[in-house]
């Protein structure tokens, strides 16, 4: 197993000598000359990378016992699958778990009819997908967005690739205010970037089925914005971040919980709702 540690210019702490100090000379490091940013992060993981098969981590995602082995046995099982994938928990900084996810499915093997599935609305996050090297040296790299760009890549490997599926929780992804997707909810960039991407993905589908697939995946981001904008305001207490992520909500799509979670946040910054 080859384990690399990308550096993106960080300043809140010496990460090389805690390479050193865990790694023992096990573990590579790489530093950026300057901060770089999410996509550039992943080019530089996947240039270094050297192995048959690759798992990006962000700094704060972790795993359960168990992955590697059970995901390279499932590769294995099914040699024509270009990625593997698993269930996962959102967790918080604490490491508690904080979402209930629907499970994509109740049996081990290829997901069925995956490309439409995951067309419609992001069901992955990145820890819980590992990668043939063959897939992305023929479908390229990540690109075009900021937030979403993990997204447009799972869509373009359902586009060309069966994926296999094992049914248990063995990622963990946290969520806390200081990572990627947050920074990026604060300015309404991550609503911006998915209207591209969901226009990237349609091009892997019929003609006369895009016009209701945009209309589905723009409705069921829609509704996450939305719910996810409540959050921010009162586990975050950011109400100007939630009143921009319900206002990208409504603009993506209107519908009844888009226009219900706009009108509570709208209502309680006018009433200077308090904190319980």
Do not use: C
Request: aromatic share 12%; hydrophobic share 40%; charged share 25%.
């Amino acid at each position: 197993m080859q384990i690399e540690v990308i550096d993106d210019a960080s300043t809140d702490g010496d990460v090389e000598a805690l390479v050193k100090r865990i790694g023992k000379g096990r573990i590579g490091y790489f530093k950026q000359p300057e901060n770089q940013g999410s996509l550039r992060n992943f080019e530089t993981a996947l240039n270094l990378s050297k192995g048959y098969l690759i798992h990006i981590l962000h700094g704060d995602d972790f795993m359960v016992d168990g992955y590697y082995r059970k995901v390279g046995q499932l590769l294995d099982d099914y040699p024509e699958a270009g990625a593997a994938i698993t269930e996962f928990q959102y967790v918080d900084k604490e490491s508690n778990e904080i979402w209930n996810n629907q499970p994509i499915d109740n049996k081990r093997g290829i997901l069925e009819n995956w490309l439409d599935r995951i067309g419609r609305n992001q069901l992955l996050q990145v820890p819980a997908v590992t990668v043939r090297r063959s897939t992305y040296e023929a479908l390229g790299g990540f690109y075009a967005v900021h937030y979403g760009e993990d997204w447009e890549m799972w869509v373009r490997i359902a586009a060309n690739y069966p994926v296999a599926y094992l049914p248990e929780v063995l990622a963990k992804y946290r969520v806390h205010p200081f990572n990627i997707s947050y920074n990026s909810m604060s300015t309404g960039q991550n609503i911006r970037d998915i209207e591209k991407v969901i226009n990237l993905n349609l091009k892997h589908f019929p003609l006369d089925q895009r016009k209701k697939l945009s209309n589905l995946a723009r409705k069921n981001f829609s509704e996450y914005y939305a719910k996810f904008a409540d959050k921010i305001y009162h586990d975050y207490r950011q109400p100007k971040i939630a009143l921009i992520q319900a206002k990208g909500a409504l603009r993506l799509h209107m519908n009844k919980i888009s226009i219900k979670q706009a009108f509570k946040i709208y209502a309680k910054i006018l009433l200077r709702y308090k904190w319980q």
